[in-house]
DNA sequence: CGGCATCCCGTCCGATACTG
DNA sequence: CAGTATCGGACGGGATGCCG
């Protein structure tokens, strides 16, 4: 019985949350990065607390390789590391689907939202 | 400064959390599924409550559709809706990606438990 | 069989303020 | 500039038990 193996929960627990998708494709288009440069190109307002929490989960995982120059003031770059950038193939269809259901998904949300209202 | 549009938080919002994906998955490979069939072929024992939760979530969304055939003992079938039928391309490249990082994700989330363990 | 009710905990996300 | 401290709300996930 099921028998089928998959590795949708290895990848989930890779991009999930709000955030680290986002961050990492800004990056993996950018190849090197600041802190508030990352920050300003996203566009959803992220916060610095967020953004600095999200991104150390990704340079725990690997994906990410953060660079300290230990100058005053501080400079920190990040960039994506080879292994994060084999997340590119999955990421580029996620983005591609996004973007051609992006109007659906809007209103099918605004239902849901005016639905939960009603209660 | 970005002009980089993303699809990527759209497509988080569907597959975010860490069942809506892999119920996706499954379905898309059986086109129709009792809810207890449904809830022994996921490998990871998912409790009733969370896999009703998840479903209803995916209903609202319009990926998948809920047949309840109203009869006692209650029969309720679900299968995954033409439009979420679409997912089903970022989802086979999420699943590779998967299958391929296992080992690398395993060892990886290991290390960073041994890091938080010693602090 | 296919759920829902209740309770609980940990994580996610956020605003604001502050620091080296 | 690149964060951390603090506080708080919302949500995800789970255990247990009950119901038509």
Redesign the interface.
């Known amino acids: 019985?099921?028998g089928?193996?998959?590795?949708?929960?290895?990848?989930?627990?890779?991009?999930?949350?709000?955030w680290k998708?986002?961050i990492l494709?800004?990056l993996l288009?950018e190849n090197h990065m600041r802190f508030n440069e990352l920050r300003?190109?996203i566009?959803?307002n992220i916060s610095s607390r967020i953004l600095a929490r999200e991104l150390k989960k990704l340079v725990?995982?690997?994906l990410v390789a953060r660079i300290d120059y230990e100058t005053v003031p501080p400079r920190v770059e990040y960039q994506v590391t080879p292994?994060g950038k084999?997340?590119a193939?999955?990421?580029t269809?996620?983005?591609?689907?996004?973007?051609?259901?992006?109007r659906?998904?809007a209103t099918?949300?605004e239902m849901?939202d005016l639905?939960n209202r009603e209660k």
Do not use: P
């Open positions: 019985m099921d089928q193996k998959t590795g949708i929960d290895i990848t989930l627990e890779v991009v999930c949350g709000k998708g986002l494709w800004k288009h300003r190109a566009d959803g725990d995982d690997g292994y084999t997340t193939s999955f990421l269809n996620m983005n591609n689907w996004g973007m051609e259901h992006k659906q998904s099918k949300r849901a639905i």
